[in-house]
């Protein structure tokens, strides 16, 4: 039995034990600066939509004395036309924005999902139909298509989870294309033939052999959908189609626009929401751009860090990127 | 006699060629595989040799039922699997297994070896949780890789070792029936023969059948007792290994084998005799009438172009071709 076995292709591999699972971290780049920065600002303004509302007063009480004035002791951020301290409405409004966003980001994911994975996996004519329709969903122009909607629901019934319920309708189309296509390239991998030799069921496959190797690309998916479900909630807000009966950001910016906050120069009122969603969008694309380069090695700019890792010295360093532009 | 552990019966794949446009209409058929016969006793190996696209690798996935075959019969210890569905299939698998060609498709990267190898006693239920690991680790001794491997990545190996682990998954369920898909032509020569000799020792040890496909015709004359040629969908030659590489019988086969390099002619100075063929293998879509070898065969003749010629006995020995004008 032995005769056959060259021992010397197993001492390449050191025998020290290691743990057994190490998927987790293997899915993370090493300590690439883009991500540590975007966790840190999306990890401050979950932290703060979570526990913001529960320290800032009533958004809406009214104060009697202080009509639209910039930051005092009292109300730090100033208050609005009509009194409101702009402190607690942001925290509310940073809550309501990113309930909608990860509302979105969940239900457009799975959607995508079930259109894109599964009809590639099973094939035939659930492929061709669920392939048209997602080419229906993406052809149909979806700010339009979301005013139109938002338009027939009166104004009482927008609430949060309804915007959110519309924009992912809007939304699931574009990742559902790139699954399909991701999916039927790992279909067709041996792996998933041997597991069909070894008498797998159908879901199975799906879920044991061909999901993971799509999670990379549907985690990037789910925070751009987060993305694009915050920015569309501020545009829609924004022409007053919003979830009118709750805070929001967008709904904020619309307050601050209807009362002529502009033109009075109260900026105290509509930078800090704006500058909430420009943070919060730029700190998920930093997310992104460090999940693309896990997906990619291509794109993997840590290289740099790895090799200091390796002990190279500077100037090694140095030569490879120079090598590496060339 | 009992019934050979596999029998193929007029095995005929054919995929149908979509026109392009709004309505796709079937407008032809690629006829991969078209009429083969041949059967595979237990513990033995029968190789299945051709060019790209003559039809062996599409045999090999029709007889672990990855597709199902348009028409034609396997018999699986008398049981035909060709129609049959996934709750009938289920308990075959054990019996039926394959070893794929290209080892760094055929794990899953996400997935450890352990989990890999030990996938199918998870699906056949066939060994209590607690002595999975043990199980898994004795078949990783079994194709020579350190058993501690077990909670490592397929990328952590080699394509040698990524083989062996290929068949170590395969050996899993303890089949009767092993299919390997160019189980080599990945490998580079040296390792080559490490998994050759591996399997050789398997197929000693648990008495395993191998149907095993490749085009490297000296690795098929090592491995297995009875070879069989396709070209174009059909066997045209079978016989035991001695008679097929000494005096084949269809010209096919002959100018198959006048390409592989011979050491000893080489050397005493000789020049071989090399067949070339003229032209491309004809498309499968619309096969050439009568034999199907005869656009390229320096023997043929009119009959060639309106008779089929069967299967049929050749010479004294077990050989069976199908030609008109068989090389004596």
Not at chain 2, 265 to 279: D, F, K, M, P, T
């Given at each position: 039995m032995t005769s056959a076995i060259s021992l010397d292709e197993q001492a390449v591999m050191p025998t020290a034990p290691r743990p057994a699972r190490r998927s987790i971290a293997q899915l993370?780049?090493?300590?690439?600066p883009k991500l540590v920065v975007g966790l840190s600002i999306a990890g401050v303004i979950i932290l703060w939509a979570i526990i913001g509302p529960l320290i800032v007063?009533?958004?809406?009480?009214?104060?009697?004395?202080?009509?639209?004035?910039?930051?005092t002791a009292g109300h730090l951020l100033g208050t609005t036309q009509?009194?409101?301290?702009v402190w607690s409405q942001i925290a509310y409004g940073t809550r309501g924005s990113l309930i909608i966003g990860f509302s979105v980001g969940i239900i457009s994911t799975v959607l995508s999902a079930i259109f894109g994975i599964l009809g590639a996996y099973i094939g035939g004519a659930l492929d061709e139909t669920f392939a048209l329709f997602t080419n229906i969903v993406l052809v149909i122009p979806g700010l339009p298509l979301v005013i139109v909607i938002g338009n027939y629901i009166p104004v009482n019934q927008r609430g949060l989870f309804l915007i959110a319920i519309v924009l992912a309708l809007t939304g699931w189309a574009g990742s559902a294309r790139v699954l399909r296509a991701v999916t039927l390239s790992v279909r067709n991998r041996d792996y998933v033939a041997a597991s069909r030799v070894s008498g797998e069921k159908t879901w199975r496959i799906l879920v044991v052999e061909i999901l993971p190797n799509l999670i990379p690309v549907m985690a990037s998916q789910f925070v751009f959908a987060m993305i694009f479900a915050i920015l569309g909630e501020a545009g829609l807000s924004f022409l007053?189609?919003?979830?009118?009966n709750s805070f929001t950001l967008g709904t904020i910016l619309f307050q601050a626009y209807n009362d002529l906050a502009l033109t009075q120069g109260a900026w105290w009122w509509f930078v800090p929401p704006g500058l909430v969603i420009a943070l919060f969008g730029c700190a998920l694309s930093l997310i992104n751009f460090s999940i693309d380069e896990i997906i990619n090695p291509k794109l993997r700019n840590s290289t740099r860090a790895v090799r200091k890792k390796w002990g190279l010295s500077p100037a090694q360093i140095r030569q490879l990127d120079e090598e590496q532009i060339k | 006699m009992a019934a050979p552990l596999l029998e193929v019966r007029d095995l005929v794949m054919h995929f149908p060629v979509k026109s392009r446009g709004v309505i796709a209409r079937t407008?032809?058929?690629?006829?991969?595989?078209?009429g083969v016969s041949f059967t595979v006793e237990a513990g033995q190996s029968l190789g299945l040799v051709g060019e790209s696209g003559c039809g062996k690798t599409t045999t090999g996935r029709l007889i672990t039922r990855l597709q199902k075959p348009t028409s034609g019969q396997i018999l699986f210890e008398g049981q035909d699997?060709?129609?049959?569905g996934p709750r009938v299939l289920k308990p075959l698998r054990r019996e039926i297994q394959m070893i794929f060609q290209d080892p760094y498709t055929s794990?899953?990267?996400?997935?450890?070896v352990g989990e890999i190898v030990g996938a199918p006693l998870v699906i056949h239920k066939l060994v209590p949780a607690s002595q999975r690991l043990a199980r898994v680790q004795e078949l990783l001794e079994v194709v020579?890789?350190?058993?501690?491997?077990?909670?490592?990545?397929?990328?952590?190996?080699s394509g040698g070792q990524r083989q062996r682990i290929g068949i170590a998954r395969a050996l899993t369920l303890q089949p009767k029936l092993l299919v390997a898909d160019?189980?080599?032509?990945?490998?580079?020569v040296s390792i080559q023969a490490q998994v050759i000799n591996l399997m050789q020792d398997l197929q000693r040890e648990f008495n395993i059948a191998f149907l095993f496909i490749a085009h490297d015709l000296s690795i098929v004359r090592h491995f297995c007792p009875e070879v069989a040629v396709m070209y174009l969908g059909k066997i045209v030659e079978k016989a035991p290994r001695d008679e097929l590489y000494e005096h084949p019988k269809h010209p096919y086969t002959k100018a198959l084998l006048s390409a592989v390099p011979n050491i000893e002619q080489a050397v005493l100075g000789g020049r071989r005799e090399r067949i070339r063929l003229q032209g491309?293998?004809?498309s499968p879509i619309n096969p050439p009438s009568g034999c199907r070898f005869r656009t390229r065969?320096?023997?043929?003749?009119d009959i060639c172009a309106t008779t089929e010629p069967p299967l049929q006995k050749v010479g004294a020995g077990a050989d069976v071709a199908a030609c008109h004008f068989p090389e004596q």
């Amino acid at each position: 039995m032995t005769s056959a076995i060259s021992l010397d292709e197993q001492a390449v591999m050191p025998t020290a034990p290691r743990p057994a699972r190490r998927s987790i971290a293997q899915l993370l780049p090493s300590r690439s600066p883009k991500l540590v920065v975007g966790l840190s600002i999306a990890g401050v303004i979950i932290l703060w939509a979570i526990i913001g509302p529960l320290i800032v007063g009533n958004p809406n009480a009214i104060s009697t004395s202080m009509f639209q004035t910039p930051g005092t002791a009292g109300h730090l951020l100033g208050t609005t036309q009509t009194g409101q301290d702009v402190w607690s409405q942001i925290a509310y409004g940073t809550r309501g924005s990113l309930i909608i966003g990860f509302s979105v980001g969940i239900i457009s994911t799975v959607l995508s999902a079930i259109f894109g994975i599964l009809g590639a996996y099973i094939g035939g004519a659930l492929d061709e139909t669920f392939a048209l329709f997602t080419n229906i969903v993406l052809v149909i122009p979806g700010l339009p298509l979301v005013i139109v909607i938002g338009n027939y629901i009166p104004v009482n019934q927008r609430g949060l989870f309804l915007i959110a319920i519309v924009l992912a309708l809007t939304g699931w189309a574009g990742s559902a294309r790139v699954l399909r296509a991701v999916t039927l390239s790992v279909r067709n991998r041996d792996y998933v033939a041997a597991s069909r030799v070894s008498g797998e069921k159908t879901w199975r496959i799906l879920v044991v052999e061909i999901l993971p190797n799509l999670i990379p690309v549907m985690a990037s998916q789910f925070v751009f959908a987060m993305i694009f479900a915050i920015l569309g909630e501020a545009g829609l807000s924004f022409l007053g189609l919003g979830a009118s009966n709750s805070f929001t950001l967008g709904t904020i910016l619309f307050q601050a626009y209807n009362d002529l906050a502009l033109t009075q120069g109260a900026w105290w009122w509509f930078v800090p929401p704006g500058l909430v969603i420009a943070l919060f969008g730029c700190a998920l694309s930093l997310i992104n751009f460090s999940i693309d380069e896990i997906i990619n090695p291509k794109l993997r700019n840590s290289t740099r860090a790895v090799r200091k890792k390796w002990g190279l010295s500077p100037a090694q360093i140095r030569q490879l990127d120079e090598e590496q532009i060339k | 006699m009992a019934a050979p552990l596999l029998e193929v019966r007029d095995l005929v794949m054919h995929f149908p060629v979509k026109s392009r446009g709004v309505i796709a209409r079937t407008v032809g058929h690629v006829k991969a595989v078209d009429g083969v016969s041949f059967t595979v006793e237990a513990g033995q190996s029968l190789g299945l040799v051709g060019e790209s696209g003559c039809g062996k690798t599409t045999t090999g996935r029709l007889i672990t039922r990855l597709q199902k075959p348009t028409s034609g019969q396997i018999l699986f210890e008398g049981q035909d699997i060709a129609q049959a569905g996934p709750r009938v299939l289920k308990p075959l698998r054990r019996e039926i297994q394959m070893i794929f060609q290209d080892p760094y498709t055929s794990l899953n990267p996400r997935q450890t070896v352990g989990e890999i190898v030990g996938a199918p006693l998870v699906i056949h239920k066939l060994v209590p949780a607690s002595q999975r690991l043990a199980r898994v680790q004795e078949l990783l001794e079994v194709v020579g890789l350190n058993p501690e491997h077990y909670n490592r990545y397929p990328h952590e190996f080699s394509g040698g070792q990524r083989q062996r682990i290929g068949i170590a998954r395969a050996l899993t369920l303890q089949p009767k029936l092993l299919v390997a898909d160019e189980p080599v032509s990945a490998l580079d020569v040296s390792i080559q023969a490490q998994v050759i000799n591996l399997m050789q020792d398997l197929q000693r040890e648990f008495n395993i059948a191998f149907l095993f496909i490749a085009h490297d015709l000296s690795i098929v004359r090592h491995f297995c007792p009875e070879v069989a040629v396709m070209y174009l969908g059909k066997i045209v030659e079978k016989a035991p290994r001695d008679e097929l590489y000494e005096h084949p019988k269809h010209p096919y086969t002959k100018a198959l084998l006048s390409a592989v390099p011979n050491i000893e002619q080489a050397v005493l100075g000789g020049r071989r005799e090399r067949i070339r063929l003229q032209g491309d293998v004809p498309s499968p879509i619309n096969p050439p009438s009568g034999c199907r070898f005869r656009t390229r065969c320096w023997k043929a003749q009119d009959i060639c172009a309106t008779t089929e010629p069967p299967l049929q006995k050749v010479g004294a020995g077990a050989d069976v071709a199908a030609c008109h004008f068989p090389e004596q």
